[in-house]
């Protein structure tokens, strides 16, 4: 979307270029969305970008790695910890993610979430906050605990259907507004996502 709006041009979508293999192993590393009906963290990533409805609204983050150095060097210093949000017209979308093109462990990002100007008639706001990481919507983790096995069996198929399904980090909750801003704090782990999701 930076890209798009740096060269003049409007993104109207979003897609993967997948393919569907017949008769392959559990995660096998092919490119797929789901893996003998398992969804991977990929997939749940589009059904986190199929709930920001309505218009992109500013979003900023002091832990964004800049457009121009990405495209010059890609994520190897920094993580890169930034947001993308979207208001409809009962409610905010707020995507926030924790980058490195290498995968390997590092340390979580502190979030300070600050939405400011909401409006008048929102005085209670109930926040579902979703998550992909290695603890939550990633059947992937739950096979590698499992032993990586590539015959399962019924139950552990039901685990890893359940994994496979986009999580919510906690239960929903009320949030008070104070002075038209809404301020929550949580940790995101290297290479998670979180969907932020806010109804009034």
Known sequence: MDLGAKNGSEVEGMLTWAFEFEGQGYFEGFRTLSTN???KPILNFFRMA???HGDRVEATSSGAVPLELIL???VRGKADVDVLAARDERGISILIWNYHDDDVAGPPAAITMRVEGMPAGAERVLMRHYRIDGNHSNAYAVWKEMGSPQAVTTVQQRQLAAAGQLQLLGAAGWLEKKSGTIVTEFDLPR???SLIRLDW
Do not use: D, R
């Open 191 to 193: 290479q998670g996502v």
């Open 37 to 39: 009906g398992v969804g």
């Open 50 to 52: 199929g709930m920001m």
């Open 72 to 74: 010059v060097e890609g």
